[in-house]
């Protein structure tokens, strides 16, 4: 397969897609994002990179940091299970409603408020965004990754929602720590930005069944088999049906208009384009993975 070539195609097959749907605005820094950049990245498990268009450019990671917090708080031991579920929500990801139904349990770690709850139990070793900056620049290899300070000052003025989702898991007894230190903690992790190139590297332990780069193991086959299937189930929302009817991957999307995607034994694929659909995904990126799994047929299934 030649991925190259593959990665030109499908930029150009997306042509139309790219600019379509709307920039996040929520994030008043993240509606400063050109709508028309796209960028896609394939690593394979074997470490070659392959690109497209922007895919060295650095842009805010957003919700597909949850992915990486999830990985490095299974890697501790998995207690954190006790504190959220593994079901798709149906809702939105900043929603609320299900939360006092279920006595404040998340339904799953990829909604903002179990995502809250992962952060709060990585914080246990130390800071989850230190853990997490760490981890990302090992295994893409690039030291300069960092919290974009801009939009990690805009997320954190613009925090009532998951800061109203942190307090009433707390009223639950499902916080260890502060909420102001947790919400800290989330946004910076957030707020990272990285380049597809960067992310698809960082995410290869997930296509590796649990080895990193250097050949060590994060996680053991279960844990990794489970991320993969709560990414595939939950990753996208109340979307994610649709997402693994057109893809048929595990993928983890993210307001900045990214989203990643993992086939099992062969590579990590993030593609990036900042105009979002109804429900918080890039309209170019899933289009642009559609064609991905269509044309390789890498798909899981
Ligand atoms: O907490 C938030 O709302 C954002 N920092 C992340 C949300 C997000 O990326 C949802 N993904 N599609």
Redesign the pocket.
Known sequence: MDLAALLDRIADDVATDIGRGVVAD??PALARVEPGRFGMAVAEVDGAVHGVGDWERPFSV??MSKVFTLALTLSRGDGVWARVGREPSGDP??SLVQLEHEDGIPRNPFI?AGALVVTDELARHGDAADALLAFLRQESGRQEITVDPEVAAS?AGHAD??RALAYFMASYGNMRHPVPSVLDQ??RQ?SIAMSCADVARSALFLARHGLRNDGSRLLGLSAAKRINAVMLTCGT?DAAGEFAYRVGLPGK????GGILAIVPGRCAVCVWSPGLDAR??SVAGVAALDRFTTLTGWSIF
């Open positions: 929520y994030i957003q919700s990801f900043n903002n997320e929602r998951n989330y946004v957030c929302y999307s993210g307001v900045g918080g995904n």
